[in-house]
């Protein structure tokens, strides 16, 4: 594969086959990063930080989860009773995970993904973006973490209207974690699809947009993320590989003139 080719071909129209072809871009990321002595460069240092915090999100959950869920629930005494607080507790810490995966290191790695997606267009080649200045660093780091939290803030929010899901006996924790995995797969695909669209200042109404038309194909790219953060060592590389995917389905929309010129096109120069 050039690095030319890991832009995926998609189709002019929606079909149920683009699920897969979503889930693949992690596949073409990790090609594409080998390929690139700076996108390996970015991608370690993002690895490096996302151990440290995954590391950090097991220890918290190990050490707090059972006493936050006991002062909503008393263990019970009896075996029947355990096994449902037990099971309780295990796929509400799951979800936490996956969600505090999904808050913790885009905070702390904020600063490094518009370099991650900059880069990936560059190789892949497209724009290398405006000149190096302190202030656009500044201002990139700024942006980036803003939007960042504002994006947070929707995944939270979606999980928060499910939690009343839990009070309904026996199967409301399955659904509560089904349907919060299922909105953090769709979440993670506006998420590293916005990135780079952000970057070239399309509104994220056209960002609802391709998640609206193209939804097989966004979740596909959601569910490949939501996967890998359940492979060990792999999941240490989660971060930067979705930016780099989300960055390769940029590109491959624009290819295909599903998304209009962007923005930044016109005002001469990248955010």
């Not at 267009?121 to 724009?127: I, K």
């Not at 660093?137 to 899901?165: D, E, K, M, N, Q």
């Not at 939804?215 to 993320?225: D, F, H, K, N, S």
């Amino acid at each position: 594969m050039t690095p030319h080719s890991a832009v995926p071909v998609i189709a002019p129209q929606a079909r149920l086959s683009d699920f897969f072809q979503g889930m693949g871009l992690l596949g073409r990321a990790l090609s594409l990063v080998f390929r690139s002595k700076r996108l390996f460069f970015l991608s370690a240092l993002c690895a490096v930080i996302t151990a440290v915090a995954l590391v950090g999100l097991v220890w918290l959950l190990w050490r707090y989860a059972p006493g936050a869920l006991e002062s909503f629930w008393v263990r019970p005494e009896s075996w029947y009773g355990r096994a449902a607080w037990t099971t309780v507790l295990v796929l509400s810490s799951l979800v936490v995970w996956v969600v505090g995966a999904n808050v913790v290191p885009p905070l702390l790695l904020a600063p490094l993904q518009d370099p991650l997606s900059e880069t990936t267009e560059a190789v892949v080649g497209g724009d290398e973006g405006p000149p190096f200045t302190l202030a656009g660093l500044v201002r990139g780091i700024i942006t980036g973490v803003a939007h960042t939290l504002a994006r947070l803030f929707f995944l939270l929010l979606g999980l928060a209207i499910l939690l009343p899901l839990h009070l309904i006996p026996g199967v409301g924790s399955v659904l509560w974690t089904v349907l919060g995995s299922l909105w953090t797969m769709t979440w993670m695909a506006g998420e590293f699809l916005a990135a780079p669209m952000t970057r070239h200042l399309y509104p994220f109404a056209e960002v609802r947009r391709m998640l609206r038309e193209r939804r097989a194909l966004c979740l596909g790219l959601g569910a490949g993320v939501y996967v890998l953060l359940w492979v060990p060592i792999l999941n240490t590389f989660f971060l930067p590989l979705a930016i780099v995917a989300g960055t390769l389905l940029y590109r491959g929309l624009r290819d295909a003139r599903l998304l209009p010129p962007p923005p930044s096109a016109g005002a001469g120069a990248l955010k």
